[in-house]
């Protein structure tokens, strides 16, 4: 099982998918090191109204390029296909998906309406959008 911070950056699992067994990727990182954005959103009421922790939405970006190094300096073990094979996988079980990264476990709401994938000579990149249970 891949260990984020280690073998990844981020895993998603799901019981129906590769046996339960978390499924690790890397991450778009800028200079602070990978992303995931969780956004926290009120919609359709005022700050001031009562309408609990509201929702949740994280984004990513998992990359599916040749050569890919782990955080611990190893080479990442999944090709390009077989990174596109997980995340359609996980993509069409219904949620929820457990999103695991360094600072913690999210569970995956819905997987939204986004999965958009940007194909290179050498590979591809792959934006998600998720809807992960609130945190507080």
Known sequence: MPTAGVDCHMTLQHASVNGGVAVGFILRADRRGPQVEVEHVRRGLPLWADQGPGVAVARCTVLALP???TPAGGEYALSGAEVRAALTALWAVAAPLTLT?????LTVAWADDGLRERRYGDGAEYELRLVVAPTT
């Open 101 to 105: 990264d360094t600072l913690g476990t």
């Open 67 to 69: 050569r890919l190094v």
